[in-house]
């Protein structure tokens, strides 16, 4: 027997429907207009960007103070005949500098304001000023100055943690510059501990 197919009742499956992979034009155009204003932001929660600004306005704080101290230190070993250890404090009081400068930056990133001011440097500042006149005294000042710094970056890159990636390597960066200072001061201490402490005993 000839059986007849109704092709006209026949359910053929409708093509499965597809999103094209496009690019959302409107967010890049809104990405382009405030990059072009605030530059690259990396935006944080709500919750912890006004925790994180104020660690990162402390940390300012801290450098700009271990700037100035460090300054003051290479001006003063200047008057002593100390032209070597001078020298070397001016290069960290220029590093200093450079973490205060890229912590601003990152401030302004996350839509703050950087907090250069001088009635508040010293309350915030993690680190102290020194007005010693000794070069054994500078040396240890700052010595103590770093590892509170050091102590300070260690605790924030695990207050940060997985929040700000961009700050957490940041922080990581200026925390290895402190270290490498540390180590640094440790060791012009140490050689003139074992020397007569003039210019001429200590390796550099």
């Known amino acids: ?35 072009a204003v605030t530059g690259v932001q990396s935006p944080l929660p709500g919750t912890w960007q006004s925790d994180v600004l104020l660690l990162l306005n402390d940390a ?33 009081a220029n590093e200093e500098s450079a973490h205060a400068d890229r912590l601003a930056q990152r401030i302004v990133q996350l839509g703050g304001k950087p907090d250069f001011s001088p009635h508040t440097l010293m309350l ?24 509170v710094a050091i102590e300070c970056y260690g605790q924030m890159i695990l207050l940060v943690g997985d929040k700000d990636s961009t700050t957490r390597r940041l922080l990581e960066d200026i925390l290895s510059d402190e270290q490498v200072h540390a180590e640094e001061l440790k060791d012009w201490l140490g050689d003139q501990e074992q020397g007569d402490g003039t210019e001429a005993s200590w390796r550099l």
């Open 124 to 147: 915030r500042s993690h680190a102290g000023y020194d007005e010693s006149v000794e070069l054994r005294a500078m040396i240890k000042a700052n010595l103590v100055a770093e590892r």
């Open 1 to 35: 027997m000839n059986e007849t197919l109704d092709i006209a009742h026949t359910s053929v499956p409708a093509p499965a429907t597809r999103e094209p992979l496009q690019l959302d034009l409107d967010a890049v155009e809104s990405a382009r207009r405030g990059a």
């Open 60 to 92: 300012l704080a801290t450098e700009v103070v271990c700037g100035l101290r460090y300054r003051r230190h290479h001006f003063t070993a200047q008057g002593l005949a100390s032209p070597k250890i001078a020298e070397e404090f001016l290069a960290h």
